[in-house]
């Protein structure tokens, strides 16, 4: 068993496929490349749905591909690169294309794009699937267009057309309009019935579709496995998403393949990029079947390496290490048809990566449980969460996944889970996943666990009636920007930067600071707000009972990572400090912004993967490890062998002998007395 690389390959055919074609066994061999996956009518190239004739000259191109790739030892996949169509862009059906168009919640019809409930639709993607699967690929991908939302020029997406509303109408027992549909679906408060109408209108045809091209796709070539290319999860969430039995109906009896979406077309800030990469790809694996087989979208858009850089490639490969995949598509070059580009050196990027990626498949070590802090998530959450006044589809995305996106960042180690029957951990919970629990789930929880949460999740309980779980009356939202607190202060005799009433600020933070009224006599501030005047303003970071820690600030947007004002070395000790407090044995790195620290119990050992975000180097690295009995240290290295490393164990306290360089990683493991 090896990694998979399978490189996205844009050829127009009758245009550059002879010359890409004759280049391809030299590529395939100097990236090391394993599998070709044929776009077919993609993007710039696309002239809309297609017909028998169109589709002959692509699956012609994937037939000439395989036979060329099979020279290199390479096999060959297929990406019909479109489904319901991603977006107009000038284009129209065509004479005879009777399909349904997709319509938005303001009634704006797209030109191209269908509506997923067409069953014409339905008809030609699986005979296009079918016809596609005739040149026997190892992997037939669906493309990620396969979604209700992000369909250009609609307003976030459809499909409300005529005939949704008579479906929508058929299960409400009475006509809609579409205005009242929407505005029922959005209304704020309890969620009005058509929520769930929608979600399960819009869940059913995706599901049906996916079946329809599973069978077509196993009538032509039974070995050919159907994949699916996927968006961000919360995101799927708004469209009634649930990922066990789509992806069933796509992989039939055998494990189901995604591509994961990984956030960063372009390069960006690395630290930024890990939050984002936890509060989507991250979060998404945990949502995902046990036994799918992950192989990320290492993508590079507007492409050339003024877009990506070979650094940044090479640290996408190692932070996805974490998400367990059996190997990773790779889509660098343009998709007008020119095929790759030497020049941009990636291939030595991913010929030099690989061992290290082998390694760490062959290992297993990423396929283990994750240990650390458990941040709740579910893929139900928009049949409960409340929106806000002035309804749009995005009102439906939760903000469950916050706390990932922190404590990875603060070198804390954590894992998402979808299990509400845990018991004996440290549990984070954001937004508003309670409602999604219920009262006694979360009842349960709180009883069983420490728990850490944001003030939305604290506004979340007031409002369930359950503010008696963590000693709170009302919760009063103040922005960042209005001046009613301006800044946090260490409390109580707590020491945070090496000093007695250290300070962050609040202004201009990009997140909501949540005002508890607090039962006093359970709740202890370990910080407390205060404006100009030094003049107190309510209740900052406060553990109640010593059971519970709340981050007072919340209602982020969940497309983005935390602000980062949000994100301090402060706010870093802080959080460290409880959560060592409540799980001593737990490794929380410290002193270093930005490492993220993933921790895989063994038998007799604890595997430590540790992913540099951030543009220092990491120097002799000290782990707080409590009284856990370190006997030995091995590290695998991406800059070199693995071997055995020096340490030093002193109180509670581990410091390595080792040095991570910015956007590296090293997996860790250390010994532990039995
Ligand atoms: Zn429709």
Known sequence: MSYLYSLRLALDPGWTDERGLADLPRFIEAARIDDVMVFANVEELNT??????????????????????????????????????????????????????MVDPDGRSAQLAVCPRDEHWRRYLADLYAFYAAARPRFIWVEDDFRYHNHWPLEWGGCFCEEHLAEFSRRAGRPLTRQEFVEGLLRPGEPHPFRTIWLETAREALETAAAAVADAVRGVSAETRVGLMTSVPLVHAAEGRRWEPLLRAFSGQRPPAVRVHLPAYADRR???YLALFHTVSDAHRALLPADAEVYPELENFPYSRFAKSRSFLRFQLLGAQVLAPDGMTIDLFDLN????VWDEGYQDVLAGTRDYLDRGLASGVFRRPRSGVAVLISE???????????????????????????LGGYGIPFRYTTDTTISGQVVAVSGQLFRTLGEDATRRLFATNRVVVDAEAVDTLVDMGLGDLVAARSVRWQGSEDGVATYEEAVGGVELLDRAGARASVLLMGAGIGLVDYDAGRARPLTRFFRQGHVDAGAGHV????????????????????????????????LQEVVSAWAPRLPLLVGAPDVAVYAYPGPEELSLYLVNGSF????????????????AVEADPSTGAPGAVGFTLAGDGLVLDLELAPLESVLVRLSIAG
Do not use: C, I
């Open 337 to 340: 048809g020119n095929g790759p």
């Open 380 to 406: 139900d959450s928009a049949t409960f969460l409340h929106t806000a006044a002035g309804g749009s589809m995005t009102g439906l995305y939760p903000r469950e996944y916050l706390f990932g996106a922190l």
């Open 616 to 631: 220092d180097a990491l120097r002799a690295p000290r782990l707080v490890v409590g009284d856990l009995p370190v006997t």
């Open 48 to 101: 809309g749905h297609t017909d028998d004739l169109e589709r002959a000259v692509y699956r012609d191109l994937a037939e000439r591909t395989a036979g060329v790739a099979a020279t290199a030892g390479a096999s060959m996949s297929l990406n019909p690169w479109h489904t319901v169509m991603h977006g107009d862009y000038g284009r129209k059906l065509r004479a005879g294309q009777d399909f349904r168009l």
């Open 543 to 574: 553990l109640v009972d010593d059971r519970v820690l709340v981050v007072p600030f919340g209602r982020m947007d969940p497309l983005e990572p935390p602000p980062v004002m949000l994100r301090t070395t402060l706010r870093q000790q802080l």
């Open 270 to 272: 690395p630290a930024d």
